[in-house]
Structures are given as structure tokens and as C-alpha cells.
């Protein structure tokens, strides 16, 4: 049913980006995309000495964890050798809340940002002059990964709080040369109108914002084939790749991903290319990755899954040193087909702190969303419920079903519950209790969607 989108259909410059055709991109350091792996290690080996000495001379606490553990600066002689630092974790800025990991002041500073999370304080980050252009120069490189070029009108659909989606790329794609439209986040009717309007071509949202608006343009009569639109951005939250092919279908543009996280920098660590798709491109010339086990905190063999831990290598507000993302992930340093050599990381589905343990099964919401969107009378949203029921652990799915396969027929629907609860329970190895909501059933929102309620 679902299909990609034909990539030759709206504009020349999306061919360029997917066939490699480097001379065309306005903003492309060939030395740096498509450097030897040599060469992008002793650019990463030269770069974390410099950060290292840097962070321990300017940060307080990192001198004390360094010392503590009996490192100095100087023990770094290799990228291995990052292993003898200490990790650090989000723990490590809501302790030193608001300023005391920044390693200047703050009259060098010329931007806050912050990241709520769910419980506690916030964590701030801020950017120096050259951290903005770091920053910008990252964007500018994944967006036209994607085959934005500087001729796109670019409708920005993030918030443009403290959240660093909505600036982050507003800089990049700025810079890049593109026209901006800060439309922010909501007000979803107006979205389709500025599209239309202003000839957007290019939509930045996370992908179950995006799916919101191409569900209201679908009620509202507007005909997304003949649009302006032909690219959409996603990111901030995980994008299954059943959603992004309905997306691409339905909508008719190309969507990628790219990933990121307010401590290390924001949007701008990792981009897809057209060519590899499900995968994005690490800026390994600003970043170093490591991927270890959870719970040891050991590497894990190359090309296995396990947690992403960056250490920034250019950060100078705010630097921090092997950066525990909780995020799921394996890396690849194979040779991308778009000809771009930095290694690349699967796309985020979960995180280690999002499993759910239910009577003693560990679950993932990403297994439930992968058998959901293999159901085709149902739509993408979705929402978890985990409660307590008579001392045990319930565990129900609510999901939407499609207007196409609603009916009023009990017998017809209560079929389609019993097949989504059989399939989920096969995945799962645990009961679930799935409950069909009419079309429009899942609440929306303009933001990150938030599919989980634990209310144990
Ligand atoms: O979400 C930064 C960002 C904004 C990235 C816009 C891309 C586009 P935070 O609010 O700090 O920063 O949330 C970071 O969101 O650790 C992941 O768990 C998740 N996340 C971000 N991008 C992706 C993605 C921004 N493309 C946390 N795929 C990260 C999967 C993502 N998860």
C-alpha cells in the first residue's frame, strides 16, 4: 500500500543530492564529507586533545572528576584513550544548574538554550559566537543532504522556545541561503495556508506534527500532490519508517531525519542522506561517538547496538565529555553509496530509559509502533497506557483506526481488536489490551508526540 516517493518528481536539486552531486551543493567541504577515515581520526585525536585540556582547565567539575580519577589531559594519546574519562550524564547539569558547567562567562555567550524533560529542573546550554557557527554549518550540511538548496522557502512548523529545534535549524538553513518562514509550532490550518501562500518548499516539523498537517490539509480539500511543498525535515523525536513512507506518499514530498540532543549541541549531530535512507550521517569532524553497553558502560563490538556517548569536540560554552544519550543505536562506518564517508548511525527508534517492564517482560514502545504500522486499518498514533490492575501490571494500546476500515459493525471491529491484540502479544510475549479509537480518537500535538502514560 504505502510506497516512497518518486525522488525525480519535484526538483532537479533532490537528484543532485542523492546521486552525489557535490558541485551543485553551495556549502560542501569535499576534504571533511568524503575525508579518509585516517583522516577524520586524526582530525577527531587532534581535536578531543585540545577539547579535553580545554574542559579541564575550564570546568571546575571536570577537574575534580578528572582528578579524582586520575586523569590529566595528557593521558589522551589515542581515540581509545577516551575510555579513561569519565562519562557524563544528565544528572551532571541539573546538578550544576544554570551555569555551572559553562566554561566561559557569560558575556561570551549569545544564546540560552534549555530542555525541560519530565521531571526536575531544566538543563541550560549556551553558545558562544563560534559555537552558533558550528552549529549552523551542521545544519547546513544535513539539510542540503536532503536536497535543500538555497532557492527553498523553508516554513519552520518547530517552537521557537528554548527548544532547540526551531533556532537550530532556522540558522542552518539561514545560512545556507534559504528564504525562512518562522511560522512555529500549531495553528495547523494556518500552516497549509502559508504553504500555499508563500510556496514552502520545504516543511521542518517532527513527523507526527507533519503527519497532523497532512491529515488536516487531506480534511481541508488542499491537493498536497500539486503543492510547492517537496521536502520535509523531521526530527526530535524517533520517525518509524512506515510513518516517514506514508508521509512521503501521501504528502508527495521526501522526508528525511536528522537527530540530535540539546546537551551536545541540538539538532545538527547526524543527518540521512538520500542515498543510505534509514541512517544518518554523524558530523564526525565535530563529534566523537562511542556505542557501549548500557549497563557496563563497555563498548560493544562494532556495528552492535547498544547506547550513543558523545563527546562535542568543538564545544566552548558549554563543553561536556562522553555524554551518556540513553539513545539506542548502531554505527556503521562503511562506505555510504552518496559517497559521503562519515560513519553512520541507524535511526534512533528507543532509548534505554523508555522500556517498559511489564510482570517482568521488558517492552519497548518502538515494538509496539513497528506491529501497529504493519496493520493497515489503522493509522499511525497511537498511545500506551501502563497501569496497576489488582496488584499486576496492565498494559493497554489505544490506536486509531482509519476512516476507511471504520465501520459501525461491532463484529467487524471487535475482528480487528482481537487481530492487533494477537499480533502485538506474538511480538511482545505479554497480554495487552487494545482499545480502537474512531478517526481523530489520539490527541495531536505540534510538538513531540508523547506516547506513553506509566501510571504505576
Ligand atoms: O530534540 C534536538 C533536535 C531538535 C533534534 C530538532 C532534531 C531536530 P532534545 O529536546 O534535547 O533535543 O531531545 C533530545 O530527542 O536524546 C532523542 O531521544 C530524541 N531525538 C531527537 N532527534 C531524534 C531523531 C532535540 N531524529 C532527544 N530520532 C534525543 C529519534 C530523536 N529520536
Redesign the pocket.
Given at each position: 500500500m504505502l510506497h516512497t516517493y518518486d525522488i525525480s518528481r519535484k526538483g532537479e536539486a533532490l537528484r543532485a543530492a542523492k546521486d552525489g552531486a557535490f558541485d551543485q551543493l553551495p556549502i560542501f567541504d569535499e576534504q571533511i564529507e568524503c575525508a579518509s577515515r585516517e583522516y577524520i581520526e586524526a582530525l577527531q585525536l587532534e581535536k578531543l586533545k585540545r577539547q579535553v585540556k580545554y574542559t579541564y582547565e575550564n570546568v571546575q567539575y571536570y577537574r575534580d572528576l578528572m582528578d579524582q580519577a586520575h586523569v590529566n589531559p595528557d593521558d589522551i594519546k589515542s581515540l581509545e584513550d577516551v575510555r579513561l574519562l569519565p562519562f557524563t550524564d544528565k544528572s551532571a547539569l541539573r546538578d550544576t544548574y544554570p551555569y555551572g558547567l559553562f566554561a566561559v562567562d557569560l558575556d561570551q555567550v549569545r544564546e540560552l538554550h534549555a530542555?525541560s524533560g519530565t521531571t526536575g529542573k531544566p538543563i541550560v546550554v549556551g553558545y558562544t559566537d563560534s559555537d552558533m557557527d558550528v552549529w549552523s554549518d551542521c545544519i547546513a550540511r544535513l539539510v542540503q543532504m536532503a536536497g535543500v538548496m538555497p532557492s527553498d522557502n523553508a516554513q519552520m512548523a518547530?517552537g521557537y522556545g528554548m527548544?532547540?529545534?526551531g533556532f537550530?535549524?532556522h540558522y542552518g538553513l539561514q545560512k545556507l541561503g534559504c528564504t525562512m518562514i518562522p511560522a512555529g509550532s500549531g495553528n495547523t490550518e494556518r500552516h497549509i495556508q502559508m504553504i500555499e501562500d508563500y510556496g514552502t518548499t520545504v516543511l521542518i516539523a517532527t513527523p507526527s506534527y507533519a503527519m497532523h498537517i497532512c491529515e488536516v490539509g487531506e480534511e481541508m480539500g488542499y491537493d498536497w500532490e500539486s503543492s510547492p511543498l517537496r521536502i520535509g525535515l523531521?526530527?526530535?523525536?524517533?520517525?518509524p519508517p512506515g510513518l516517514k513512507a506514508e508521509i512521503e506518499s501521501r504528502m508527495h514530498i521526501v522526508c528525511t531525519?536528522?537527530?540530535?540532543?540539546?546537551?551536545v549541541m541540538?539538532?545538527g549531530v547526524s543527518g540521512e542522506c538520500l542515498a543510505s535512507r534509514d541512517q544518518q550521517h554523524i558530523a564526525e569532524d565535530h563529534f566523537l561517538w562511542e556505542v557501549v553497553d548500557p549497563d557496563t558502560g563497555e563498548p560493544v563490538a562494532e556495528g552492535e547496538m547498544g547506547e550513543l556517548v558523545l563527546t562535542p569536540l568543538d564545544k566552548q560554552a558549554i563543553p561536556v565529555l562522553r555524554y551518556r544519550?540513553?539513545?539506542l543505536t548502531r554505527v556503521t562506518k562503511e562506505p555510504c553509496e552518496c559517497g559521503r564517508t562519515h560513519a553512520r548511525m541507524d535511526?534512533?527508534?528507543s532509548?534505554c530509559d523508555d522500556m517498559l517492564i511489564i510482570r517482568g517482560t521488558n517492552v519497548f514502545p518502538s515494538q509496539i509502533e513497528d506491529v501497529l504500522t504493519g496493520i493497515e486499518e489503522v493509522t499511525p498514533h497511537y498511545h500506551i497506557i501502563v497501569e496497576t490492575v489488582n496488584g499486576m501490571d496492565s498494559l493497554t494500546v489505544q490506536t486509531e483506526i482509519r476512516p476507511e476500515a471504520f465501520s459501525d459493525s461491532f463484529q467487524e471491529m471487535d475482528a480487528i481488536r482481537k487481530k492487533i491484540e494477537e499480533k502485538l502479544k506474538g511480538v511482545l510475549l505479554v497480554g495487552v489490551k487494545v482499545q480502537l479509537m474512531e478517526p481523530g480518537g489520539i490527541q495531536r500535538t505540534a510538538g513531540?508526540a508523547k506516547h506513553v502514560d506509566d501510571r504505576r
Amino acid at each position: 500500500m504505502l510506497h516512497t516517493y518518486d525522488i525525480s518528481r519535484k526538483g532537479e536539486a533532490l537528484r543532485a543530492a542523492k546521486d552525489g552531486a557535490f558541485d551543485q551543493l553551495p556549502i560542501f567541504d569535499e576534504q571533511i564529507e568524503c575525508a579518509s577515515r585516517e583522516y577524520i581520526e586524526a582530525l577527531q585525536l587532534e581535536k578531543l586533545k585540545r577539547q579535553v585540556k580545554y574542559t579541564y582547565e575550564n570546568v571546575q567539575y571536570y577537574r575534580d572528576l578528572m582528578d579524582q580519577a586520575h586523569v590529566n589531559p595528557d593521558d589522551i594519546k589515542s581515540l581509545e584513550d577516551v575510555r579513561l574519562l569519565p562519562f557524563t550524564d544528565k544528572s551532571a547539569l541539573r546538578d550544576t544548574y544554570p551555569y555551572g558547567l559553562f566554561a566561559v562567562d557569560l558575556d561570551q555567550v549569545r544564546e540560552l538554550h534549555a530542555s525541560s524533560g519530565t521531571t526536575g529542573k531544566p538543563i541550560v546550554v549556551g553558545y558562544t559566537d563560534s559555537d552558533m557557527d558550528v552549529w549552523s554549518d551542521c545544519i547546513a550540511r544535513l539539510v542540503q543532504m536532503a536536497g535543500v538548496m538555497p532557492s527553498d522557502n523553508a516554513q519552520m512548523a518547530f517552537g521557537y522556545g528554548m527548544f532547540t529545534g526551531g533556532f537550530g535549524l532556522h540558522y542552518g538553513l539561514q545560512k545556507l541561503g534559504c528564504t525562512m518562514i518562522p511560522a512555529g509550532s500549531g495553528n495547523t490550518e494556518r500552516h497549509i495556508q502559508m504553504i500555499e501562500d508563500y510556496g514552502t518548499t520545504v516543511l521542518i516539523a517532527t513527523p507526527s506534527y507533519a503527519m497532523h498537517i497532512c491529515e488536516v490539509g487531506e480534511e481541508m480539500g488542499y491537493d498536497w500532490e500539486s503543492s510547492p511543498l517537496r521536502i520535509g525535515l523531521f526530527g526530535g523525536e524517533p520517525c518509524p519508517p512506515g510513518l516517514k513512507a506514508e508521509i512521503e506518499s501521501r504528502m508527495h514530498i521526501v522526508c528525511t531525519d536528522n537527530y540530535g540532543l540539546t546537551e551536545v549541541m541540538g539538532p545538527g549531530v547526524s543527518g540521512e542522506c538520500l542515498a543510505s535512507r534509514d541512517q544518518q550521517h554523524i558530523a564526525e569532524d565535530h563529534f566523537l561517538w562511542e556505542v557501549v553497553d548500557p549497563d557496563t558502560g563497555e563498548p560493544v563490538a562494532e556495528g552492535e547496538m547498544g547506547e550513543l556517548v558523545l563527546t562535542p569536540l568543538d564545544k566552548q560554552a558549554i563543553p561536556v565529555l562522553r555524554y551518556r544519550t540513553h539513545d539506542l543505536t548502531r554505527v556503521t562506518k562503511e562506505p555510504c553509496e552518496c559517497g559521503r564517508t562519515h560513519a553512520r548511525m541507524d535511526k534512533v527508534r528507543s532509548r534505554c530509559d523508555d522500556m517498559l517492564i511489564i510482570r517482568g517482560t521488558n517492552v519497548f514502545p518502538s515494538q509496539i509502533e513497528d506491529v501497529l504500522t504493519g496493520i493497515e486499518e489503522v493509522t499511525p498514533h497511537y498511545h500506551i497506557i501502563v497501569e496497576t490492575v489488582n496488584g499486576m501490571d496492565s498494559l493497554t494500546v489505544q490506536t486509531e483506526i482509519r476512516p476507511e476500515a471504520f465501520s459501525d459493525s461491532f463484529q467487524e471491529m471487535d475482528a480487528i481488536r482481537k487481530k492487533i491484540e494477537e499480533k502485538l502479544k506474538g511480538v511482545l510475549l505479554v497480554g495487552v489490551k487494545v482499545q480502537l479509537m474512531e478517526p481523530g480518537g489520539i490527541q495531536r500535538t505540534a510538538g513531540k508526540a508523547k506516547h506513553v502514560d506509566d501510571r504505576r
